[in-house]
């Protein structure tokens, strides 16, 4: 399959077969030549606190990671090793499903640089993040 040929629905087969990706209850909303989109749909399983039921900073990093590192799919046509990833908290997602975005900002033959964000329902920003991965053939 020829990388331009890849769409949302290819992406979300790769997610479904993913037993964590699942877990995170991720859908792919849409695939771009350098970007996705995503919704997570909350899950009880995510609370750190359950006082306030704020979700755990893992699975926010773990969705930053997600959108960052599958906006290079339509690039490479298959997902990319992180190398490396830091994830900036906004503020306390508490009980809500998580929109995540996530696009190139440098595409290399060795290494790639991407970014991404999860917002809330209202559209505030929850956390965001940067990532290098690996986007050299592994053969």
Known sequence: MATSDIT?????????????????????????????EAKATWRPEWVANPNIGQTQGGILAALVDFAACFALFSKLGRPAFTIDLRTDYHRAAKNCDLLASGRVIK???????????LRDPDGRLIASGRGTFLTASSE
Do not use: F, K, M, N
Not at 13 to 34: F, Q
Not at 107 to 117: M, P
């Open 8 to 36: 949302a629905a290819d992406v979300q087969h790769i997610v479904d077969r993913s037993p964590y990706l699942s877990w995170l209850s991720i859908r792919v909303l849409s695939l771009e030549a350098d970007s996705i």
């Open 107 to 117: 595409l290399g033959r060795q290494v790639s640089t991407c970014e991404a964000e």
